[in-house]
């Protein structure tokens, strides 16, 4: 004898799954999100060097949380669009580079921001200066760019682009 879950929490459970579908489809079919998230990935990792308060890293992950947020916002809204617009419609072009800018938007604050919280040029020497003396993170932040690389522009190596 099973016992079924209550439909509540199915249905709570179901948001979730939902939820992450949506990402994981923008991570794979969004070039954009993935450059959104491999930056936040190399902030995040060279963020302890900077010593911030609780208050910059709450500022920090909310920056983080907006542009990508807007980023799968856009994916969203273009998705309808192309649903509604099977041909050339000029509202259509309206819409799509009107979610595009407020990207753009979020990213140049998101640059502000990090130029606020992470502009040190002594602490961006130090950085430097400890990668070239330890030598294996060094090498782990040399061998994590062309990874960097091959998640952003092939990803996801054209196994996964299901509609």
């Not at 890293?57 to 983080?64: K, P």
């Not at 407020?102 to 606020?116: D, E, H, I, N, R």
Request: hydrophobic letters at 55%.
């Amino acid at each position: 004898m099973s016992i079924r879950m209550p439909e509540r929490i199915r249905s709570f459970r179901d948001s979730f799954r939902y939820a992450f579908k949506g990402i994981a489809f923008c991570i794979k079919n969004e070039r954009n999100m993935r450059v959104h998230i491999t930056a936040a990935v190399y902030v995040l990792s060279f963020s302890p060097f900077f010593h911030l308060s609780a208050t910059q890293y709450a500022i920090l992950f909310l920056t983080i949380g907006l542009v990508i947020f807007a980023e799968a916002l856009n994916t969203a809204i273009e998705a309808v669009i192309n649903l509604e617009a099977q041909w050339y419609d000029n509202l259509a072009r309206i819409g799509k580079n009107t979610a595009a800018g407020a990207v753009l938007v979020c990213a140049f604050a998101s640059v502000l921001v990090g130029v606020a919280l992470f502009w040190r040029p002594a602490t961006l020497l130090f950085i430097v200066e400890y990668l070239c003396s330890h030598l294996v993170f060094g090498l782990l932040f040399l061998a994590s760019l062309p990874v960097a690389s091959i998640f952003i522009f092939f990803f996801p190596f054209g196994i996964f682009r299901k509609h």
